[in-house]
Antibody, heavy 123, light 110 residues
Framework: EVQLLESGGGLVQPGGSLRLSCAAS????????MTWVRQAPGKGLEWVSE????????YYADSVKGRFTISRDNSKKTLYLQMNSLRAEDTAVYYC????????????????WGQGTLVTVSS | QSALTQPASVSGSPGQSITIACTGT?????????VSWYQQHPGKAPKLLIY???NRPSGISNRFSGSKSGNTASLTISGLQAEDEADYYC??????????FGGGTKVTVL
């Protein structure tokens, strides 16, 4: 069974940093692109970032480009999101998710999701 | 990248069919067959319903179907059931090699 377990969320001041982690199990982690999607309280889904299976290519939404960095450690089956220069508008539940494998990163359906971790940016 | 346009709400009676539209541009929905749809119940993670415009993952009911015409993709739910009451989101690949979600549609079963 595929499992994705996010951690690292919490309260951080504006301008601060946070690193999210996502531990994966139940599938061949290195074979799949992985993605982060966020949802602000009471709002819709917003795609944040994506990384291919090898880690060699990464993609970002304009809203986080230059501030967030996605990475992965395939030996640890773990996905990361380093978030710097955090703003109030980054407050959201952050979901780690797996991309189905047939057509590549940012194209395939997002077929498995974690339960999310809440990031609150506030002074 | 602007969000794809979805109606804020759609409603229907049990057994009826409803359709949710997702409108983009030639740089996203209209340019590629990489549209997916997600269902989200309150407090839960989203669930993939449709990928590549019209493909259903295993385990998804055939009451859910997807299509596309020009810059608009559509999700149809047939034989509406109480458990279908949820939020629905479309997502598309874009010409910038990124993804974009729609604003979401709340489906109410009357």
């Amino acid at each position: 069974e595929v499992q994705l377990l996010e951690s690292g969320g919490g309260l951080v001041q504006p301008g601060g940093s946070l690193r999210l982690s996502c531990a994966a199990s139940g599938f061949t982690f290195s074979s799949y692109a992985m993605t982060w999607v966020r949802q602000a309280p009471g709002k819709g889904l917003e795609w944040v970032s994506e990384i291919i299976g090898s880690g060699g290519s990464t993609y970002y939404a304009d809203s986080v480009k230059g501030r967030f960095t996605i990475s992965r450690d395939n030996s640890k089956k773990t996905l990361y999101l380093q978030m710097n220069s955090l703003r109030a508008e980054d407050t959201a539940v952050y979901y780690c998710a797996k991309v189905e494998g047939s057509v590549g990163a940012t194209k395939g359906g997002i077929d498995r999701w974690g339960q999310g971790t809440l990031v609150t940016v506030s002074s | 990248q602007s969000a794809l346009t979805q109606p804020a709400s759609v409603s229907g009676s049990p057994g009826q069919s409803i359709t949710i539209a997702c409108t983009g541009t030639s740089s996203d929905v209209g340019g590629y067959n990489y549209v997916s749809w997600y269902q989200q119940h309150p407090g839960k993670a989203p669930k993939l319903l449709i990928y590549e415009v019209s493909n259903r993952p295993s385990g998804i009911s055939n009451r859910f179907s997807g299509s596309k015409s020009g810059n608009t993709a559509s999700l149809t739910i047939s034989g509406l059931q109480a458990e279908d009451e949820a939020d629905y989101y479309c997502n598309s690949y874009t010409s910038s090699s990124t993804r974009v979600f729609g604003g979401g549609t709340k489906v109410t079963v009357l």
